[in-house]
Structures are given as structure tokens and as C-alpha cells.
Nanobody, 115 residues
Framework: QVQLVESGGGLVQAGGSLKLSCAASGMTFRSNAFGWYRQAPGKQRELVARISSGGNTNYADPVRGRFTISRDNAKNTVYLQMNSLKPEDTAVYYC?????????WGQGTQVTVSS
């Protein structure tokens, strides 16, 4: 079955960096697009970045220029490099896959940015 497992979250000071990983299994990884979403307390889950099967990327305005999404098809892994982190980036970050009309989510990884 499809599994998405995130890792790499943690506590970091404002201005710092973190790199999240999403290990995917149960599907043909190279054929699929993936996304990173985040959800802060009391807020709706929002798209952060997306990468297509061909490596095309797009970003939400609040993170453009600071975050980079990438993929390694040999490792079946999607990454989110987060630089110049701000306290407002604090959230649970989720890996996402839409496959066969069904949404798949990882368990999430907490990112906390202190001021």
C-alpha cells in the first residue's frame, strides 16, 4: 500500500535551516507528482510546494525564494530544503500524493521556529 513517511523536522532559531524528507513506497515513484503542505495551530492546511514527475516546481508565495523542493527518483524520496526560516513557518509539515483520485498523506513532522 502507499506509504509516505516524513522526517527532518525539529526546533530551529529564526534565520536557520532545516531539510525535510519524505520517503515514499507502494507506487511508481518516478511517475508521480508530490507536494509538501503545512498546518499551523488553528489554521487550515496549506500548500507549500509541489514537484511534478518531470521535476517542475511551484511554490506558495510566503516561501518562494526561501524553500526548495526536490526529488531523488533513485531513493524514492522528496525533499524540502527550508532556509531563512521565520516564526510564521512553524507548523506540522505533511507530504502529499494524489493517486487514482485518492489523497495520501504522511504522518507529518513538526517544525518549530523560535524568534
Amino acid at each position: 500500500q502507499v506509504q509516505l513517511v516524513e522526517s527532518g523536522g525539529g526546533l530551529v532559531q529564526a534565520g536557520g535551516s532545516l531539510k525535510l524528507s519524505c520517503a515514499a513506497s507502494g507506487m511508481t515513484f518516478r511517475s508521480n507528482a508530490f507536494g509538501w503542505y503545512r498546518q499551523a495551530p488553528g489554521k487550515q492546511r496549506e500548500l507549500v510546494a509541489r514537484i511534478s514527475s518531470g521535476g517542475n516546481t511551484n511554490y506558495a508565495d510566503p516561501v518562494r525564494g526561501r524553500f526548495t523542493i526536490s526529488r531523488d527518483n533513485a531513493k524514492n524520496t522528496v525533499y524540502l530544503q527550508m532556509n531563512s526560516l521565520k516564526p510564521e513557518d512553524t507548523a506540522v509539515y505533511y507530504c502529499h500524493l494524489l493517486l487514482g483520485g485518492r489523497h495520501y498523506w504522511g504522518q507529518g513532522t513538526q517544525v518549530t521556529v523560535s524568534s
